[in-house]
């Protein structure tokens, strides 16, 4: 079964500074990874998607995440946060051993200081 | 492209009522989802389609609750008699080609049950 971990339920960065936010991801086979964003009273969107390319892929608003199998992990960093940044995000896991259905990890809170 | 269209953005229902939650997928897309978040259980999955078959309905909650695609780009999601513990948002997402692609989610239907 395909589980996804995500490590911190709450991040608080300060403006300039880099945000980290880590998943954890179990799967039986070759895993596609992604992660969403959720401004408030928002829906989720895509930021970056992984599917067997390049281990680091880069997304939308200065987002990256690098796809490391040996440690099965999906981590999301950029190098300055800014306040818009401010938002929940949700790693996702997707295994064609799983018929190809999603599982969402809990999500993680981001929240920025000036 | 328009992106998945939700409606209604807002509704407030009294207990017993029939509440109608109604989405237009993305033009092209095959595959559509419906989803609940609520703060307690996060997102959760009710039911997956795939070209307007339903695929996996094992998340919807009890029998108040039906869904249908009664055509390729409309899709409803029916709660009959509607309770205070359904009050959550309710998203609806799509996509090409099954539930291994990216997912498109709309900006969400809030439901109060009061």
């Known amino acids: 079964a395909q589980s996804v971990t995500q490590l911190d339920s709450h991040v608080s960065v300060s403006e300039g500074t880099p945000v980290l936010l880590r998943c954890n991801y179990s799967s039986s086979y070759s895993p596609s990874l992604f992660w969403y964003v959720q401004h408030p009273n928002k829906g989720l969107q895509l930021l970056l998607k992984?599917?067997?390319?390049?281990?680091l892929v880069k997304g939308i608003n200065g987002f990256e995440a690098e796809f490391k199998k040996s440690e099965t992990s999906f981590h999301l960093t950029k190098p300055s946060a800014h306040m818009s940044d401010a938002a929940e995000y949700f790693c996702v896991v997707s295994d064609v051993n799983a018929g190809n259905m999603l599982t969402f990890g809990g999500g993680t809170r981001l929240m920025v200081k000036p | 492209d328009a992106g998945v269209i939700q409606s209604p953005r807002h509704e407030v229902t009294e207990m017993g009522q029939e509440v109608t939650l109604r989405c237009k997928l993305i033009s092209g897309h095959n595959s559509l989802f419906w989803y609940r978040q609520t703060m307690m259980r996060g997102l959760e999955l009710l039911i997956y389609?795939?070209?307007?078959?339903?695929?996996?309905d094992s998340g919807m909650p009890e029998d108040r609750f039906s869904a249908k695609m009664p055509n390729a780009s409309f899709s409803t999601l029916k709660i009959q008699p509607s309770e205070p513990r359904d009050s959550a948002v309710y998203f609806c997402?799509?996509?090409?080609?099954?539930?291994?692609?990216?997912?498109?989610f709309g900006e969400g239907s809030w439901l109060t049950v009061v």
């Open positions: 997402a799509s996509s090409f080609g099954g539930s291994g692609n990216t997912i498109y």
């Open positions: 389609f795939n070209n307007n078959v339903p695929i996996d």
């Open positions: 992984y599917t067997s390319a390049a281990t």
